[in-house]
């Protein structure tokens, strides 16, 4: 594939969610001098985690940093949740609209050539109300008339992996592996660990993000991979 002509849509529930489903990914195309953009639904709340009052500064400046670090085009944020409360409690077709047209990075403004959503198979309610939304507004449409992008995949969450009730929900199934390698890891943790308002020790720590890249990198024959679904690709 020819990422140089690229223009990848990275849809995310939340901010984090681009770095821990597509890092290798968006590295790839930008290496290869494509375009990435990514869209986040929510930027969660200003809860206390741990005892912590987080602003919407501190998140708002976390955001800034990975996507210089990433060097990502831009980003929108559709909502943050003093808006808000969680992405699965708004109005299905709202949403929507935000993904075709309203938002600055919709896909009738930005006309992607592949856009990335979050997998279905989530216990996370919010990942499952971004991925209904997001194949809605990505469904089939008449190409004369408005913009269809060629690629479209879902992306996965250690969480989702490493809980074996989860299989109750179904199982998410790669059909596209991207290499990775053990700087590639390393680099995709450094990136994570900025979002400080996010990160935590278990299922979204350090050795749960290697494990995972291991067993899809196992799966063809790599030591590191990440892994997607194709739900759309046409040339």
């Known amino acids: 594939m ?23 990914l968006i590295k790839k195309i930008k290496e290869n001098g494509g375009k990435v953009y990514v869209l986040i639904l929510s930027m969660g ?22 996507s210089k670090k990433m060097e990502i085009d831009d980003y929108d944020v559709a909502f943050f949740e003093d808006e808000i409360n969680h992405i699965d409690t708004m109005s299905q077709q ?18 992607p050539s592949i856009v990335a959503i979050p997998t279905i198979f989530s216990t996370h309610q919010d990942h499952v109300k971004t991925y209904q939304v997001a194949i809605s507004a990505l469904r089939p449409h008449p190409q004369k008339t408005s913009h269809m992008p060629s690629i479209v995949i879902s992306y996965e969450s250690p969480e989702y992996y490493f809980w074996s009730a989860s299989s109750e ?6 059909n596209f ?15 994570l660990n ?22 899809r990198g196992n799966e063809i024959g790599l030591d590191y991979a990440e892994a997607f679904h194709i739900h759309r690709l046409f040339i």
């Open 2 to 24: 020819d990422f140089e002509k690229e223009t990848l849509l990275v849809i995310a529930p939340h901010a984090d969610d681009e770095v821990l489903g597509c890092y290798g």
């Open 45 to 66: 709340g200003y809860k206390k985690i741990e005892g912590t009052k987080i602003t919407k500064e501190q998140w708002k400046k976390e955001l800034e940093q990975v």
């Open 94 to 111: 709202d949403l929507i609209e935000i993904i075709e047209s309203k938002s600055k990075l919709s896909i009738s403004k930005l006309k």
């Open 169 to 174: 929900f179904g199982r998410f199934f790669p």
């Open 177 to 191: 592996y991207l290499n990775l390698d053990e700087e590639n890891i390393k680099n995709k943790i450094d990136t």
């Open 194 to 215: 900025i979002y400080q308002t996010q990160m935590r020790e278990g299922q979204r720590g350090k050795d749960s993000l290697t494990a995972l890249s291991r067993i």
